[in-house]
């Protein structure tokens, strides 16, 4: 059975011009991600960011390395809970938007200077401060920036 769809509205001449929605007869690079690497860079994130925040603010507060580490866990699940509302949809679309861009060392950059950036607009404008927000908002920054270092390899560049 053949199928009718209508094809003599369709001009070839057109279809493969560089003005057309498919980009020519080059397509453009697309960077692919998957739920693997999108969980992976965010559990990384959040476990890095509690370990600044436990080095930074919770220095002092055990007395050995296994109350250390059990802060880290703690701070870790913590991160993770408000980042699901915070920074994961930022990570997200973040992705979403550097799909076109296939040099991985500009994912990074971005991964670390929108976090960076939006965290200290908040924080900033919520604690009335300068300073230790831009402090708190680096941290996330380079959290972010690392996690996506981590699932470099995990990254599809399609051309």
Do not use: K
Not at 18 to 38: D, M, Q
Not at 101 to 126: D, E, K, M, R, S
């Amino acid at each position: 059975m053949t199928e009718t769809a209508g094809d003599d509205d369709v001009d070839p001449a057109r279809a493969s011009s560089p003005s057309s929605g498919t980009g020519g007869l080059v397509p453009a690079p697309r960077v692919t991600f998957g739920p693997t690497a999108f969980m992976t860079g965010y559990a990384i994130a959040c476990l890095l960011v509690a370990v600044m925040a436990t080095v930074g603010i919770g220095w002092g507060t055990s007395r050995d390395f296994w109350g250390y580490l059990w802060i880290i866990i703690i701070a870790a699940f913590y991160a993770a809970g408000i980042g699901l509302v915070t920074a994961a949809p930022v990570g997200l679309v973040l992705g979403l938007l550097l799909r076109g861009v296939p040099n991985q060392w500009l994912h990074v950059l971005a991964f670390f200077l929108v976090p960076t950036l939006l965290a200290w607009l908040v924080i900033g404008l919520i604690a009335g401060a300068v300073g230790v927000p831009l402090l708190m908002a680096l941290a996330i920054g380079v959290s972010s920036a690392l996690g996506r270092l981590a699932v470099w390899r995990l990254m599809d560049v399609r051309f």
